[in-house]
């Protein structure tokens, strides 16, 4: 095997449209990367900025959050308020160092499961290009100079 | 860290699902890992884990063992969750102890490398683990299910699903927004392929609808909110004012004839004839009572006439023009949702013509002509009202498999052209008729074979997109023509058809403002409008919104025939919640620590439902259990992180996080 780079990509899926198409292009057998490691949750209104942070620095070198298209919320409008918190971590993480690329917002529907697949093949291809995401490294050190991942104050789980 | 001080017996068991998954992972080997990974008491492979015999080995291990959680990596949860829910139930064990893993659709299914697949299976498995020791046990939740059903939309979907019900044993209120119900059924003159007249077999159910003692009908209104969810919703409808007092009116009809103005009657004669301004739409209209159109009467618009008042015969008058809107509150337990489609604008097309040639009609203005009690008594005449026309191009396919406005196929108007065709030929039978199709597509009981018909009939069919419709003519015969430009793909040329008239059959699309409909019932559209089903093929007539259902031409285009049946399938759905009288819910809810609440009120504008309250005495908030469809979204935006999410809590996904990305570690944290 080469060495190629092989990044590693948390995605928070919904319950209702992104993982029903994540569902489908597995049923569908379409081939994509298998690099992004999946966590179901209810609505990408759910997914907590904090969610974002903790895969990060647990070693992801991005995370996927992906939801009903706007509009085709299970829940009225969960995605709209994911993207609002989205643009918003976006912006601190780049302030932080982090490349935009490796936090991606998603839209796919439950029939949508080539785009789904198409969607963590770029990523994937993405990250490969940025290289590992070194969160302690790049971020904690370079922007606070604190000396490990635990000293870091803005993360508290609850 | 949320470190995993619980101590936990966990039984894992990894399913090789024939060889779905163990072709691709290496199944043995992820079991075996998994047995050494924190708290687990045992792992086991098995080649299908939902077969009986893998559901007991699940059982056996839960009594023999102890265990107090069970992760079991197979299929996608959606597929099996409840089989393996309701195994540990059996076992004695709290179903929401158990957690799945998804390595067949989101791994072994979507790579051929093996060792890729298998560290993910080991990171997917890793993160269950890790998950399911903050597992909580909890009980369903159950719904009584209010045994009143709302339909909205009165065609021939909703007709039948309120039949349907009210024949069963239920009431049912039929909410319908014009005067009378029938929908664009009752426009139509016959029905394909067996040319039935469709008023003749539409009307009997109408009256039925009227007559049915189950059935409370409210025309002319509309569904202004909804509240609540499955069981228990509380919906407010506008009843508009009618001006006609229906417990007095007779239907006589008195009013209507000596009403002195007219108007275009764009809606039910689809601008073809006219009505008078007390009007009832049509002869058969169900209700009977006529309603007055406030914009155009005289009485309204200048304080004089009153014709129809002097006029009505009963004691007391039944024309009132006090009347006003009612608002009405209806406690039902599910909805159906029949509200029909809208006609694609032919004017969008411009190089059609239809609004500035004259003799371009669409489809619906052709049936309200050869409707025998339409504007011209079922005679197809030109635009003048007098002239028969010779040669007739009918045009496939307007608006719709054309990327420039609706990609899809509207399926029905391969079907009603060809009925056009036979209706030309059969009202004038030495005219020419040209069919200009791009496929041509009858797959139904009855339906090629009606293509067939046509063809020995004797009708040009013309395999091309029309190019252009024009009246500029070339050549001395087609001066006054309408010429159809057209390549004909079969020939492979170009061909100018000089014709008299020309009938459009454009798309059947979603109803305008069908997103604002969606967002009021909570529940989904695709792009197009149309409503979205739970699922495609399985569950085509529920939604993911429990207790709503879709039936008929709202949810994508749709014949008569396919729209009884899925009005009479929604039906035996919500009869189905209704006999079972309780159904239980997913305990998947928030829940707000009140000691902990600073009151800062964040939540109570994030919650789509209304389902989070502010309790102004302690200056705290708190979630109403049954509003609560458990999304999370105030648990993901509570800034003291005191909103519990059952079933999704920080703590489960936080471990789940650690779990997913435990091999990580080491790689990161140095």
């Not at chain 2, 009981?445 to 013309?462: C, M």
């Amino acid at each position: 095997m080469s060495e190629q780079f092989e990044p590693v990509i948390v995605g928070f899926l919904c319950n209702w449209c992104s993982y029903r198409a994540a569902d489908l292009a597995g049923t569908a057998r379409i081939k994509y990367a298998p690099n992004m490691r999946p966590i179901r949750v209810m609505c990408s209104g759910r997914v907590d900025p904090q969610f974002v942070m903790k895969a990060l620095r647990e070693g992801a070198d991005g995370v996927m959050i992906a939801g009903c298209h706007p509009g085709e919320c299970h829940y009225v409008n969960g995605n709209i308020k994911a993207m609002r918190r989205f643009y918003l971590l976006k912006a601190m993480l780049k302030q932080l160092g982090v490349e935009e690329d490796r936090i991606q917002l998603v839209w796919a529907s439950a029939s949508e499961g080539i785009l789904l697949a198409e969607k963590v093949d770029q990523m994937t291809e993405a990250l490969r290009a940025l290289g590992p995401l070194n969160w302690d490294e790049k971020v904690i050190h370079r922007n606070n100079g604190y000396k490990s991942a635990e000293a870091l104050p803005v993360l508290e789980e609850a | 860290m949320t470190e995993n001080k619980k101590q936990e017996k966990i039984g894992v068991y990894v399913c090789h699902c024939g060889t779905n998954i163990s072709k691709v992972v290496d199944v043995e080997d992820v079991a075996k890992w998994a047995g050494e990974q924190p708290n687990v008491e045992v792992a086991r492979d098995y080649k299908f884990m939902c077969s009986s015999l893998g559901q007991e080995l699940i059982e056996q291990d839960i009594k023999e063992k102890g265990l107090t959680r069970v992760v079991c990596a197979s299929c996608s949860p959606h597929m099996h969750e409840k089989t393996f829910r309701t195994a540990c139930e059996r076992a004695g064990l709290n179903p929401f102890l158990f957690e799945m893993t998804n390595i067949r659709e989101h791994d072994s299914w979507i790579t051929d490398d093996k060792v890729a697949a298998t560290v993910k299976a080991k990171s997917l498995v890793r993160g269950s683990i890790d998950r399911v020791v903050h597992h909580e046990p909890l009980d369903e939740i159950p719904v009584e299910i209010n045994p009143n059903t709302l339909v909205v939309g009165g065609g021939i979907a909703g007709i039948t699903s309120a039949l349907e019900l009210a024949d069963a044993g239920y009431h049912v209120y039929l909410v319908e927004r014009e005067p009378s119900i029938g929908g664009h059924m009752a426009q139509l003159d016959k029905t394909f392929p067996t040319l039935d007249c469709s008023a003749c077999i539409l009307t009997p159910k109408m009256v039925d609808v009227a007559q049915h003692d189950n059935i409370t009908l409210l025309t002319w209104s509309e569904v202004e909110k909804v509240d609540g969810f499955l069981g228990n919703f509380t919906v407010t409808v506008r009843k508009k004012a009618r001006f006609v007092n229906e417990e007095h009116c007779t239907g006589c009809g008195i009013c209507i004839e000596k009403c002195p103005f007219k108007e275009v009657d764009d809606v039910f004669e689809a601008g073809m004839g006219e009505r008078k301004v007390i009007y009832r739409p049509f002869p058969q209209a169900v209700p009977k009572y006529p309603v007055i159109d406030k914009d155009n009467c005289v009485y309204f618009k200048t304080g004089k006439c009153k014709a129809c008042e002097k006029f009505c015969p009963t004691e007391p008058n039944s024309i009132d023009f006090e009347q006003e809107d009612e608002m009405l509150q209806l406690d039902v337990g599910n909805i159906i949702l029949a509200t029909g489609y809208d006609l694609f604008d032919s004017k969008k097309i411009p190089q059609y013509g239809y609004g500035k040639l004259d003799n371009v009609f669409t489809s619906l203005e052709f049936e309200r002509m050869v409707n025998a009690s339409g504007p011209t008594d079922g005679k197809i005449v030109l635009r003048d009202k007098k002239s028969k026309p010779k040669s007739v191009a009918i045009v496939h396919c307007v608006g719709s498999r054309d990327e420039n406005y609706n990609k899809y196929c509207s399926k029905v108007c391969c079907m009603y052209s060809l009925k056009f065709a036979h209706l030309v030929h059969e009202r004038i039978p030495d005219a020419e008729i040209y069919d200009c199709y791009i496929d041509m597509r009858t797959p139904g009981k009855g339906y090629e074979e009606f293509y067939n018909r046509l063809l020995e009939e004797g009708t040009h069919f013309i395999r091309g997109k029309v190019a252009e419709i024009t009246d500029a003519a070339r050549i001395p015969a087609e001066e006054g023509k309408l010429i159809v430009q057209v390549e004909d793909t079969l020939i492979g040329k170009q061909r100018r058809v000089p014709v008299d008239m020309v009938i459009l059959s454009p798309a059947m699309e979603a109803r305008a403002g069908s997103k604002e409909v969606s967002q009021l019932f909570k529940m989904g559209c695709d792009f197009d409008g149309f409503f979205v089903e739970r699922h495609p093929k399985l569950d085509p007539v529920a939604t993911m919104t429990d207790g709503i259902f879709v039936a008929g031409a709202c949810q994508g285009p749709k014949d008569v025939p396919e729209s009884v049946v899925q009005g009479a399938a929604a039906a035996a759905r919500v009869a189905g919640l209704i006999s079972r009288g309780t159904v239980m819910m997913e305990p998947v809810r928030a829940s707000i620590e009140q000691d902990a609440c600073s009151g800062c009120r964040i939540c109570n504008n994030m919650c789509p439902y209304n389902a989070i309250i502010f309790h102004e005495d302690r200056e705290v908030s708190e979630v109403i259990t049954a509003l609560c469809q458990g999304c999370g979204t105030c648990v993901a935006a509570c800034p003291s992180g005191i909103i519990t999410g059952a079933h999704f809590t920080n703590d489960q996904l936080f471990s789940q996080i650690e779990g997913v990305l435990w091999d990580m570690k080491e790689t990161v944290s140095a």
